[in-house]
């Protein structure tokens, strides 16, 4: 359920329930690492066949975002614009659930690619291991922060929809275990130097901050989490998590 629900992968759960729910959620940063991984491999494989690191980072991006369906990147899109709206909560979740995307969408979806393709551009040019070991570390993020979300603290806006199925699903050992898993993930950085441990750490941190501040923001003006907010939160944590690891290791 995990890996269908964050990617494209042609998987089929055994059951689907919220007590299934509450577990895919919490393996989602493993998901979310795998993920990354792999986009950070594509970069730094591009950059070591003779791309400019910038390139190879855009085609890395573009590679997650297929990986995904761009599902996070809709859901950003979504946000940005119910949000945007000024509307109430009804009227902000009526726009959020149509198919077209508005200028605040827009705005959120480019701005987010190309911050993730630069600041992976930069972890390239710093090294490959920068690049991967950084990748994989916001991809969990962005997946923590959804785990993070799904704590029973935490409402639904819906009485229907993804939002709602997931909603308070996941119980906090399991929580606490999903971060134990982010901060281990951050200690691979030090493969290369010990420094790049620490870069990777705040770097996780300052993601769960940026989606920290979204999730308040989205449960005060909606009244919960739908399955647009948790895309949403997908993204911002992972670019806020890349952008981060980008300037810390700029001074590793």
Do not use: K, N, Y
């Not at 939002?163 to 982010?182: E, L, N, Q, S």
């Amino acid at each position: 359920m995990a890996l269908g629900t964050f990617t494209a992968f042609p998987v089929r759960a055994g059951r689907v329930d919220r007590a299934a729910a509450g577990w895919a959620m919490a393996w989602a940063p493993v998901v979310g690492a795998v993920l990354g991984l792999l986009s950070g491999a594509v970069a730094a494989a591009g950059a070591r066949a003779g791309l400019d690191p910038s390139l190879a980072a855009v085609l890395a991006v573009g590679l997650g975002a297929l990986a995904t369906r761009g599902l996070h990147l809709d859901g950003l899109a979504d946000l940005a614009d119910g949000l945007g709206s000024g509307r109430p909560a009804e009227g902000a979740l009526e726009v959020m659930r149509r198919s077209d995307i508005g200028p605040f969408g827009v705005v959120s979806v480019v701005v987010a690619t190309a911050a993730q393709a630069l600041a992976l551009g930069q972890l390239v040019a710093a090294s490959p291991w920068a690049a991967l070991s950084g990748a994989a570390v916001a991809g969990a993020t962005g997946r923590l922060a959804v785990t993070l979300a799904c704590v029973p603290r935490v409402p639904s806006a819906r009485p229907e929809g993804l939002g709602a199925f997931v909603a308070g699903t996941v119980r906090r050992p399991r929580a606490a275990a999903a971060v134990a898993f982010v901060a281990a993930l951050c200690l691979t950085g030090a493969a290369q130097a010990p420094a790049l441990a620490v870069a990777h750490a705040l770097a996780a941190a300052a993601g769960l901050v940026a989606a920290g501040v979204l999730l308040r923001r989205a449960v005060r003006r909606l009244g919960g989490i739908t399955g647009d907010v948790l895309g949403a939160l997908v993204e911002t944590a992972s670019t806020a998590a890349l952008v981060a690891a980008a300037a810390a290791t700029a001074w590793v």
